[in-house]
């Protein structure tokens, strides 16, 4: 009797065990299913890249504070989603690795957008535009174009567009990891200039005038920015299109680029 018994309970063990295996299973094809927006909402928590260095778009303030207009954006986006962002903190050469390695959902760190990375993620609708400038030490007369950068020395980002254009034009670039060491790289004399966005360059004069830099030349056409995706997260960034495209239309959008900028940066 007792070994019919222990047969029985052994065969109720197995059948539950393939049930709650069954369950599991079901669960993470569930998952694997859901699409990255899905799996977002259902967490109530979207985690984004950004570099936190990179005023005034995205860095700390005085208090420590993570702050910047790419970071005011985002929780303006997400707060109308109804999603809690969390921002993770990294270099800009190994944000878009970080991106592939799914570290965090998106990017939002003035990403420009070009025809290359198009081919390879997703990227948002533009939420702001801005001109490339050149930026040298206050004593240099022999660089005025970038046809002058051939032969230089230049400090640039490894993944930066703008590494691509000072090297496309003769310059040998040693990288840097971000804008405030490149302006320091100039001022100790051990680089010849360095090109960023016009936008940085002025809160950076705002910041520290004392500085002995100056912009010789700035590009025409403009550079549109947006946010970064993985290839596939189309439900999400038709969502975060949505909620940028409601911001500018109640007004929303411009009244934090007048504070940042003092005025309108999507045009």
């Not at 699409?35 to 977002?40: A, E, G, H, K, R």
């Not at 081919?119 to 948002?124: G, Q, T």
């Not at 990288?175 to 790289?185: H, R, T, Y």
Request: hydrophobic share 35%; charged share 35%.
């Amino acid at each position: 009797m007792k070994k019919y018994a222990l047969i029985l309970l052994t065969f109720v063990l197995a059948i539950s065990l393939a049930a709650c295996g069954s369950s599991s299973s079901e669960d993470k094809d569930t998952a694997k299913d859901q699409s990255l927006y899905d799996q977002i909402k259902d967490k109530g928590e979207i985690t984004i890249g950004t570099e936190g260095t990179y005023a005034p778009f995205t860095y700390h303030d005085k208090e420590g504070k993570l702050t910047g207009f790419d970071i005011e954006i985002a929780e303006e986006v997400f707060k109308r989603l109804d999603i809690k962002p969390k921002f993770v903190e990294t270099k800009w050469d190994g944000m878009i690795a970080g991106l592939d390695a799914k570290r965090y959902d998106m990017v939002a760190n003035e990403v420009a957008i070009r025809e290359e990375r198009l081919e390879k993620y997703d990227m948002s609708e533009p939420y702001i535009v801005s001109k490339a400038v050149l930026i040298v030490h206050e004593d240099n007369n022999e660089i005025k174009t970038l046809d002058d950068l051939d032969g230089k020395k230049v400090g640039q980002s490894l993944d930066s567009n703008y590494r691509k254009i000072a090297e496309d034009h003769g310059a040998t670039n040693t990288v840097v990891e971000g804008f405030n060491q490149s302006i320091d790289l100039i001022t100790s004399g051990r680089i010849d200039a360095t090109i960023n966005d016009s936008l940085s360059y002025l809160d950076l004069k705002k910041q520290r005038p004392e500085l002995p830099v100056k912009t010789v030349y700035e590009e025409k056409d403009a550079t549109s920015n947006a946010f970064l995706f993985r290839k596939g997260s189309d439900e999400l960034v038709e969502a975060v299109n949505g909620a940028l495209a409601d911001m500018k239309e109640d007004g929303t959008y411009l009244e934090i680029s007048k504070k940042w900028f003092n005025s309108d940066v999507s045009k």
